[in-house]
């Protein structure tokens, strides 16, 4: 599928730090339909002879690729430096390519009614397009990790004392998986700490906490790290890694503690540019 939008930010690229555009740069054909990632390859069992399935698991199979088009903002001219130089095709190659596996891609456009959409993504193809023996395009292939895009990073705090609930609400797309985010805690009294998501009574428990120590939980990549030296900090850890709802999320914890919340939201929006 080949995109057009007015920004493109993909590692240290942005593609307004140059004298660049996408161009409209259509392949010629016009697809009708548009693989987004989302169908579901759906593992199923019968009983015995029973007409009715039972449903075991669901995933996505899938990963949407997309090619953005770049030229100089006034390719066409007769003058030299308005096609690609070989330092300028380094430049680019070294910026796209130069780190291996997913990073974050965000494509920006002003037709879009939200534009900060997020995409995990690989360059799995570099293209040159030639006028002669001038380089006058540079093609863009990406693919993503999967049909889904991510909102913005959000952040929020808060300070709640014990037995006190306070509510986070997270508006993912994704109805069937937990938003796994990162969290900062810290206490202001020692002991046991105890953090709950009443919503669906999921309880975090840490013990041994000291006063003012911070803890660092990393939901995604089940990473646990303190702010004070603690070679055993796994053996006071219940595993039970923090997760958010879709919708509303009521939290209690039974200290006084100061929280900091670190989350991106899933968007199921395909490619809409």
């Known amino acids: 599928m080949v995109i057009t939008c007015d920004d493109l930010i993909f590692n240290d690229f942005r593609m307004s730090d140059f004298d660049l555009v996408c161009s409209n740069g259509s ?31 669901q995933k ?30 380094r430049m680019l190659n070294r910026l796209l390519t130069g780190k291996p596996g997913y990073s974050w891609l965000k494509i920006i456009s002003e037709q879009s009614n939200e534009t900060e959409y997020y995409y995990r993504a690989k360059v799995i193809a570099i293209e040159y ?24 990073e959000q952040t929020v705090k808060y300070t709640v004392n014990a037995n006190t609930y306070f509510y986070l609400y997270c508006n993912s797309d994704d109805l069937h998986n937990y938003t796994l985010p990162v969290i900062k805690i810290t206490p202001t009294s020692a002991g046991s700490m105890s953090l709950v998501n009443v919503t669906d009574s999921w309880d975090t428990v840490v ?12 939901s995604q990549n089940e990473l646990i790290s303190s702010s004070r030296s603690r070679t055993y900090i796994l053996n006071d850890f219940n595993l039970h890694w923090p997760r958010l ?21 899933q968007r199921k929006v395909g490619f809409v540019l």
Not at 30 to 35: L, M, N, P, R, S
Not at 38 to 55: C, D, N, Q
Request: with cysteine; glycine share 8%; hydrophobic share 30%.
């Open 60 to 89: 996505y199979d899938n990963n949407p690729q997309i090619t953005v088009k770049l030229m100089k903002m006034s390719c066409g001219s007769i003058f030299d430096d308005n096609y690609f130089t070989e330092n300028d095709l």
């Open 27 to 57: 392949d010629g054909l016009i697809d009708d339909t548009e693989d987004m990632g989302l169908t579901p390859t759906i593992t199923k069992v019968f009983t015995g002879e029973s007409p009715r399935s039972k449903f075991i698991s």
């Open 245 to 265: 709802l879709s919708g509303k999320n009521t939290f209690m914890c039974n200290r006084k503690i100061n929280i900091e919340i670190t989350f991106r939201a």
């Open 129 to 152: 397009e030639r006028l002669g023996r001038q380089i006058v395009g540079y093609n863009i292939t990406f693919e993503t990790d999967g049909g889904q895009a991510y909102s913005e």
């Open 207 to 218: 013990n041994n906490m000291n006063a003012n120590e911070t803890l660092t939980i990393d």
